[in-house]
């Protein structure tokens, strides 16, 4: 860990969290605890750029609102996640902070792309904790395999409603008419 992130031995405060320098390193807060993000692997950044690109051309181009990739997400008072990307409709801009940069509340869309260090995060704590503030829609890609996997709330949990493995056309729920061929995306680019 970063000398600005010590190990103290005690909880760090949401403040304390909020007061830290910007990374890198990149950070995540997760019910006191700083997690700190190794740096993401080249195919990974690929995988972001290039689907980031597509849903922001999608969604620019529909007037539905905005998507960022590594914004921050508080989705309870005790964690605060950057995902991969992140999407908010033009009726819920207001959840983003114009002073601190942070999504205070439930994005529309939250895209998690796997990475070897954090797949057991991505597929149970952070999807546990994006269901419980209530996210509506949460993705799921593998940059090795190329595959992405769209998961919609309901109450009893998420339900997987769409998928695509590599050389497959995804067509998201979220957004008719969109249609992502990941393979190809990340081969053509």
């Known amino acids: 860990m970063s000398t600005v992130l010590e190990k ?4 760090m405060t949401l403040a304390e969290f909020l007061s830290l320098p910007p990374g890198p390193p990149h950070i995540e807060f997760e019910d006191g ?18 689907l980031g690109s597509v849903i922001d051309a999608h969604v620019r181009g529909q007037r539905l609102g905005e998507v960022w990739p590594e914004v ?6 005790t964690r605060i996640y950057v995902p991969d990307l992140v999407y908010l409709s033009r009726e ?3 959840l983003l902070h114009p002073e601190d940069g942070i999504v205070h509340g439930a994005p529309d ?9 954090g797949i057991r995060r991505d597929r149970l704590t952070k999807l546990t904790a994006y269901h419980r ?4 829609w949460y993705w799921i890609v593998d940059p090795e395999d190329l595959t992405i996997e769209e998961y919609h709330h309901s109450p009893e949990g998420y339900v997987r409603v769409a ?23 990340i081969e053509e680019g």
């Open 92 to 94: 819920r801009m207001n």
């Open 133 to 136: 503030a209530g996210v509506t």
């Open 8 to 11: 103290t031995g005690r909880k």
């Open 33 to 50: 605890e700083v997690i700190e993000m190794p740096p993401a692997r080249p195919g990974h950044q690929k995988v972001v750029l290039r």
């Open 109 to 117: 869309l939250v895209v998690e792309i796997l990475s070897p260090y």
């Open 163 to 185: 998928g695509a493995d590599a050389g497959e056309v995804f067509r998201p729920g979220l957004f008719p008419g969109l249609e992502i061929d990941l393979q190809k995306l």
């Open 72 to 77: 921050g997400v508080q989705v309870s008072p």
